[in-house]
């Protein structure tokens, strides 16, 4: 069985297995920490790439439901095609786990049936580009299945300039500038998001518990304040 694995060609296909299988266990434990990896990783992405305002649109396949391949306005190349598939309305790690699934069983099914048909397997050099691109249509297919199964609150990848002037708590530790902490917040559609958030003033330190407002996003961070009006803190609830 490992030989099947380990055969020439089938190599990338088999670690596009491992690395999901250890997504898959990342995911379960910051489960069981309360880390909310999704939002972290889907929150960073979105504000250091540029996606465009609207996805890959057009009129919806009636027999699927799936969005058609209408080209959105605005964003990067890579950012149009990260919305391509599905990124902004499927958290990030679950594209990248059913692209891993999918990239790794295609190719190791097609390098098995080469050597049973032919007594030999492309070399994985060339096998893994080919793979890649002949199964992105399929990696689309299944993320818009599911784009259109799951709530729209299961993703958490929304414009993350709409959380400069909303609160937070800090519940990652303490906050210095330079060492940010997690923090947790909740938008106005209900959804809370992990953010990492470090202090306005050099000197400052936010710890932990702390109630803090977004002032700034730098890089994927948010510059925060202590909350300076207990108002303001029913917006993160």
């Given at each position: 069985?490992?030989?099947?694995?380990?055969a020439p060609?089938?190599?990338?296909f088999?670690?596009?297995?491992?690395?999901?299988?250890?997504?898959l266990?990342f995911e379960?434990?910051?489960?069981?920490?309360?880390?909310?990896a999704?939002?972290?990783?889907d929150?960073?992405?979105?504000?250091?790439?540029?996606?465009?305002?609207?996805p890959?649109?057009?009129?919806?396949d009636?027999s699927t439901?799936?969005e058609?391949g209408?080209?959105p306005e605005?964003?990067?190349?890579?950012g149009?095609?990260l919305?391509w598939l599905?990124?902004g309305?499927?958290?990030i790690?679950?594209v990248?786990?059913?692209?891993?699934t999918i990239?790794?069983v295609t190719?190791?099914?097609?390098?098995?049936?080469?050597?049973q048909?032919?007594g030999?397997?492309?070399?994985?050099i060339?096998?893994?580009?080919?793979?890649?691109?002949?199964?992105?249509?399929?990696v689309?297919?299944?993320?818009g299945?599911?784009a259109?199964?799951?709530?729209r609150?299961?993703?958490?990848a929304i414009s993350?300039?709409t959380?400069?002037?909303r609160t937070?708590?800090?519940?990652?530790?303490?906050?210095r500038?330079d060492?940010p902490?997690q923090?947790?917040?909740?938008?106005?559609f209900?959804t809370?998001?992990y953010?990492?958030?470090?202090?306005?003033?050099?000197?400052q330190v936010l710890a932990?518990?702390?109630?803090?407002l977004?002032v700034?996003?730098?890089n994927?961070?948010?510059s925060a304040?202590?909350?300076?009006?207990?108002?303001l803190?029913?917006n993160?609830?």
């Open positions: 069985m490992i030989e099947y694995f380990t060609g089938s190599v990338p088999s670690i596009a297995l491992l690395v999901m299988l250890g997504l266990l379960v434990a910051a489960l069981l920490i309360g880390f909310g999704n939002d972290v990783i929150d960073f992405v979105i504000s250091n790439i540029d996606l465009p305002e609207e890959w649109g057009g009129s919806p009636m439901g799936i058609g209408g080209a605005g964003g990067s190349a890579f149009r095609l919305a599905y990124i309305k499927l958290p790690l679950m990248l786990a059913i692209f891993l990239f790794g190719g190791l099914v097609a390098q098995s049936l080469l050597r048909s032919f030999l397997a492309v070399p994985g060339i096998a893994a580009p080919a793979v890649f691109f002949a199964t992105l249509p399929l689309r297919w299944c993320c299945g599911l259109r199964i799951l709530p609150e299961e993703s958490s993350t300039a959380f400069v002037g937070a708590t800090v519940i990652g530790g303490d906050a500038q060492l902490a923090a947790r917040l909740t938008d106005r209900g809370t998001h953010v990492l958030v470090e202090p306005e003033d050099h000197d932990n518990g702390t109630l803090v977004l700034r996003q730098i994927g961070r948010f304040i202590p909350n300076p009006n207990a108002a803190a029913d993160d609830h």
